[in-house]
Every structure is written in C-alpha cells, then in structure tokens.
C-alpha cells in the first residue's frame, strides 16, 4: 500500500516537473516579447473563434501557419458565453478552449483578448444586457457592481485556461493576455472614476497570476507592468508609455467593417505592407492583423448598431476561410523578409540617414549579426532609383524595400507578384420549394403582456432577449369626438431602428433608420372608428452599440414617443400617457418555428405563396451539395429578415438595403488610407449573399426558415457555392 502510494507520488512529481519544464518563460523589455531568453519578432492575426465554425479552425489556423503568422489573437466573447447571468455556454463554435488547442497543435502562439469589453462590431460590445439590467450598475468605471461581474467572468475564462494548462507559464501557446480595449479613447469621459477603474483593472490582471505579459491597447497611461499598445491603420509613429515597454501594434486594420447601406470596404495590401515595414523599420517587434479572418456575425452578434452579418473585413482569409489573393500572398513574402532579419531587429541598433525628398534608409547593425536594412521612398510620387552602397535600388513611390543582409532587395511593399484571386458564387442544383405562414399578430388582449403608463425604452425591457417588442394601446375616439376626421395622422418619433405600425390589426407602414441617425419619426395617415381603435406597433433593433463612451446606455425604441394621433384641424392627441401593453418578442420567436425538432407541431401552407408582404415565415427543405466549397444563400429580392438552417442562425438578412455612393471610385494606395476610400459595390445591396457554414448542414434533408420582416420575393433565393478563383499568375 505504502509503495503504491509512493510510487504514484513519485509520478505525480515526473509529470510536474516534465510539464513545467515544457513551460516557456515569457517576459518583456524595452525592446521586445522575450520568450525564453530570447526576444522575439512576433507577427500575429486576429481570428474570432464565434464568427467561424469548429469545421473551420484546422483549415484557418493552417493557412495563417503558411502565411507566416507566429501567433493567433482572439477576444472572448461574454455575451456569447453568459447570455444569462451564471448560464454559460462553451459549446460548438463558442469552445475556445478547442481552438486555442488548435492553435497549440498547429505550433502557434496564442494572444487571448479577455476584455471582457471587446467593442469587435459585436452585440453591445461583448457585454450581456443582464448587466445593464442590474439596478445601479454603470459599466466600464469604478462601479462595485461592474467591477464584481467584470472579475467573476474574468476570473471564470482565467481558471478555464489555467485549468487546460493553456497559458504558456503552464506550457501551453497563449504568451500575451489584454485587460479591457482601447479604454484610454474615452477615459476622459468618465473623470476620475475613469482612472480608479484602469488602475483596477491593472490590479486584477495581476491578481489572476498567469504568468504571461498583460496589455492595454491604447492606453497612453497603462498601469506598470501593463504594456499599452497601438491600434490604427499606421502605427510607425507609437511609442509605448514606459521605455522599458516594447513597442507593439495589436490592431492593424487590413479593411474594415461595413454598415447596412454601406458600400464594401477594401484596404490595398501595397498600403498594408508599407505600414507594416514602416513599422518594423521604427523599432516596432510585434504586429497583429485585424483580422486575419474576420468571418460571419451569426445570429444576433453584430452590433453597431447596423453593421452588417458579413465580417469579411477584406482580410487575408475572406469570409469563408479561402485565401485572398494578392493580400495573403504578398504579406507572407513580407514575413519571410522580415524573419529573415528577426536577430538583428530585436538584438541591433537602427541608424537612420536621411536622405531628402522623402527617402530614408535605416540600417539595422549589431555584432556578430549580418545587418538589416529599409529603404525607404515616402514620397507619393517620385520613383527613385535609389544608390546606396554602391549599388543602385529601384524604390517605387511610396514604398519600403527590404534588405536582410543589405545588399539584396528581397521585397518592396510596392512589388506585388503574388497571384490575384476572385471570389465567384456557382449555383447549386438545390432547389426550394416553399411553404409558409404569417407571424400571428399580437394583440392588446395577449396573455403573459405587461402594461404600464408610458412608452418603455427597448432594451432595458427585452433585456435584448429578442429583437422585437410590441407596444399597443387602444383609444375610444367618442371621447375626442370634436378631432376626429376620417382619417387621421399617427406620429410616433422612436429611437429606433426600425418600426412597424397597425391600426385596427392592418398594417399601416414601416419605416428603418438610416445609417448614422437611429432615431426617427414616422407617420402615416390612417383610417379611424369613431369608437374604439387599436394601435399596435412592432420595434426592432438591429444589433447594439459597441464603442464609444457610455454607448451601454444608448437607447432604443419608442422610449419615451410622443405617439400622436393628429386629427381635425390638427389637433393632436397625445397617447403617450396611456396605458400601453406590452409583449417581448414574436410569436414565431416563442413556438420556436425556426427549429426543425417543432416542426410536428406546427402548420405550414403551400399555396398562395405570399410575395412582398410584412412579417411572413417561410420554411423549405433542401439537400445540399458534395464538397467542400463554402456554401452561400443568394438572398436578392429579400427585404430584411432572419433565417436558420437546421435551428442554426446564419444572421440578420437585409439585401434591400442598397448601398450609398460613398467611397466607391479610383483607389490609390499612395494616400493615406482611411477607410472611407476604395470602396465597391456602390448602389448594390450592402450585403447579397449569406454563408452557411457546412457544419450547420447535413447530408439528409436540411430545414430553411425565413423570417421576412419587411417582405420580399422568395422564388429568387437559390443556395450557391463560393470558390476562389485565380485570375492572375
Ligand atoms: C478598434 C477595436 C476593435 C474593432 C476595431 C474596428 O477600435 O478595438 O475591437 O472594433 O476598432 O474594427
């Protein structure tokens, strides 16, 4: 018994030591992320591991791999994990545990993001609107109630990593963890209270002990021994707070995002590589692209509010996980440049001689190190065959030229040679037959509404459980007699996003926002009894503010009108005092018609297939192709929805919202870039197509559901397949 016991005491001791000796000690100084004894060049890219699917993770992290990334980055993501307080959920594609293995098998670092603020263009920033519920919480400041619920789920992830021996002090991949997100872009806002809670924030990363560095993105005033990083476009120009932090750009935007209404953004990779040597060039040592990947806002996880469900952000990997070509091409031969002089970046010491009319050359030096050097043409103009030792450098206008050893370009950023790709959808032979019903209008006499003598704020009222609130009131006319007319004006002014409005159980209208100004009036003539009318009108959001100071308490919904109902002579009746009944999402949303598991119960129609008409569920069942191409819905005709394959969301749906002039036209990677220029698909819908992920699918029959809000033409849609094409050699 006793030698039993030892013997496994023994082990217990093997394995420890075995495992702690695989730990990698990772530490930082003035000029770099050391990982054991050895300071490092590190390229990383963001991946979100919700805006893709398991199936997917090998195949992303694997063409990062080739593309020369070190490190993967992702956010986690809290809304997703605690969409009810102390209800969590880890599963399918939220494992991130699962994907950070990936990362680990693949033999990439990782970069964990906790936040758990992540702003990302996500639902409210990555925050549960439970939180915002909690009487007397206010979010992001030295508020006890925050702060306990920010450290109990940041605790939580913590102790999920630590218990998977994840972080690399435990001999796992994940080297670097982020507290908060840009939080120094809107402290000031927030007065001291904006600095005790920074300071707090600090204190709690090192309390969770994971032995790894912690940043701040910018955070100007980061707390020692945060580090506090860059995010922008062109981050050559940072220098960190502290000279004995390294110098470190976490966000590289290699697009960006896009709203409803919004044309598509591209960013050029000329531009991108310049940025990048530029960087390198001014004694930077770690950069990460946002996003490598950036993927799909399924469900109801894109915020904004009005970004769109696509996140394909023009990144290296386009939306569906295929290779962007030149983009990924041309970066990777940058990385291999820039490894290829990794010792003598982080260990050398840079001169640089000036050499007039926007040409510099800096030249990396150190002993018992072969040399590295930039040759840079700033000028937006001039070509220049630049002479430097002897030889001559041809150095195109605004563009770096990498020299290893200094004396052979192995790249400039301006020289693309990497093959270019397009993206083409094929159709596919599934074919969809469809059946359907309306959403079943609710109405003042609803049972489980609440009621209450004003027009509510939405989100504080849904707690964003759905997207949708009804407000409804009736109102006896006999007892405005002398304004009543025939007909009459409803006035609703709403703080959005979207409003549809019926009297006496007809719809009378719908109206949305448009981009930038949520809030909006609408008001529609309508037909009144002289007695008793009853007015219903359906609110709903699209996707919650994610950035800015106090954007938590941002406000949706009727909150607060005035409804009016405008009459002879124009004389207004003010509702706004009624008594107003409530309910909390759709009916549909309740019989869960969007499961496949309902359906026994549940009766569709065949004929008389409805075509633009307001708020209509429609359901077919499909096959879906062999193969591996990703899969997409052609949603043109559409107006603004839901849809589901198999109970899973693929997103909101919104493909007649068309496109704005805005940014479409020459682009020039020789300006600045900013991400209102070269932009395309101008005056088309700001997003057509929608990804079904294969992992959503299966080989038998597979159910689609629609929800049309607005209403369109469903014999249109058709299933396709996306592949990328090479056009170019
Ligand atoms: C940054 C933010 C990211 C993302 C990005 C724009 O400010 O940190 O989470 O929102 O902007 O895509």
């Known amino acids: 018994m006793v030698t039993t016991t030892s013997t496994l005491l023994l082990l217990l001791i093997v394995c420890f030591l075995i495992s702690s000796s695989l730990a990698a000690n990772v530490t930082y100084d003035g000029r770099a992320i050391i990982i054991n004894g050895e300071r490092r060049v590190l390229i990383s890219g963001s991946i979100h591991y919700p805006r893709s699917t398991p199936d997917m993770w090998p195949g992303l992290i694997q063409k990062a791999k080739e593309g020369g990334l070190d490190a993967i980055e992702t956010y986690i993501f809290w809304n997703a994990h605690e969409p009810t307080k102390r209800e969590y959920n880890f599963n399918g594609n939220l494992d991130f545990i699962k994907f950070i293995k990936i990362v680990e098998d693949a033999g990439l670092f990782a970069i964990l993001r906790i936040g758990p603020y992540v702003c990302a263009e996500w639902n409210y920033g990555g925050f549960p609107v439970w939180l915002h519920q909690i009487p007397g919480v206010e979010m992001r400041t030295d508020n006890e109630i925050f702060k306990a619920e920010m450290q109990n789920f940041t605790t939580l992830i913590v102790n999920m990593v630590k218990n998977e021996r994840l972080f690399a002090s435990q ?15 809107i402290m000031d806002k927030y007065g001291s209270a904006g600095k005790r809670y920074i300071q707090w924030c600090a204190n709690l990363a090192e309390t969770l002990n994971i032995g790894v560095p912690w940043i701040m993105c910018q955070q100007a005033d980061a707390p020692p021994p945060m580090i506090n990083t860059c995010n922008g476009f062109y981050c050559d120009k940072f220098t960190p707070n502290r000279p004995t932090s390294p ?17 598509k953004p591209h960013r050029p990779v000329e531009d991108i590589a310049y940025a990048v040597a530029n960087f390198f060039a001014s004694g930077g040592t770690f950069q990460n692209y946002y996003m490598y990947h950036g993927g799909t806002n399924f469900g109801r996880t894109l915020g904004g509010p009005y970004i769109v469900t696509s996140y394909d952000y023009d990144a290296p990997l386009d939306e569906y996980g295929n290779i962007r070509q030149p983009k990924w091409g041309h970066l990777e031969q940058l990385h291999n440049a820039i490894k290829a002089m990794e010792k003598v970046l982080v260990y050398g010491v840079a001169n640089t001689t000036n050499l007039g009319a926007g040409l510099t050359v800096t030249k990396y030096i150190a002993n018992g190190i072969s040399d590295g050097c930039f040759l840079i043409n700033a000028n937006q103009s001039t070509d220049t065959n630049l002479t430097y030792n002897g030889k001559i450098y041809f150095v195109p206008s605004k563009s770096i030229s990498v020299l290893p050893n200094c004396e052979k370009e192995v790249y400039n950023t301006a020289k693309v040679n990497a093959p270019t790709t397009l993206i083409v959808t094929k159709p596919t032979e599934s074919i969809f037959k469809w059946q359907w019903r309306p959403e079943i209008l609710t109405t003042i006499h609803e049972k489980g509404s609440f009621s209450n003598n004003s027009l509510l704020e939405q989100i504080l009222t849904t707690g964003d459980t759905s997207d949708f609130l009804w407000y409804m009131t009736r109102i006896d006319l006999n007892k405005f007699r002398q304004y009543w007319s025939k007909k009459m004006k409803l006035h609703v002014n709403t703080k959005g996003h979207i409003i549809h409005a019926f009297v006496n159980k007809h719809f009378i209208g719908s109206q949305y926002a448009v981009n930038g100004a949520y809030e909006f009036v609408f008001e529609q003539t309508t037909k009144l009894r002289k007695g008793h009318n009853y007015i219903a009108l359906l609110s709903s959001t699209n996707g919650l503010a994610n950035y800015g100071a106090y954007f938590d308490l941002q406000r949706a919904g009727i909150d607060g009108g005035p409804v009016n109902l405008i009459g002879y002579g124009n004389a207004t009746i003010n509702l706004t005092s009624n008594t107003w009944t409530y309910k909390i999402g759709l009916n549909g949303e309740d019989e869960k018609l969007y499961l496949p598991s309902q359906q026994h119960s549940i009766k569709w129609f065949s004929g008389h297939l409805p075509i633009n008409r307001p708020l209509i569920w429609y359901k077919t069942i499909f096959e879906v192709p062999e193969g591996k191409d990703a899969l997409v819905l052609d949603l043109q005709g559409m107006g603004k929805g ?7 969301s693929i997103g909101r749906y919104w493909p007649s919202f068309i496109a704005d002039d805005e940014g479409c036209g020459p682009c020039d990677y020789k300006h600045e870039y900013d991400s209102n220029r070269c932009r395309t698909d101008c005056g088309k819908p700001s997003q057509r ?8 699918t299966t080989k038998g029959p597979n159910t689609l559901i629609l929800f049309e809000e607005f209403g369109g033409d469903i014999s249109k849609i058709s299933l396709q397949k996306v592949s990328s094409v090479a056009t170019t050699f």
């Open 171 to 185: 001999g796992g991949p994940i080297i670097i963890a982020q507290i908060e997100n840009e939080y120094g872009n």
């Open 247 to 263: 110098k470190m750009w976490t966000e590289n935007w290699t697009g960006w995002f896009q709203d409803w209404g919004q044309s």
């Open 689 to 696: 197509w929608y990804h079904v992920p294969r992992y959503f």
């Open 642 to 648: 839901y849809a589901w394959v198999n109970g899973h």
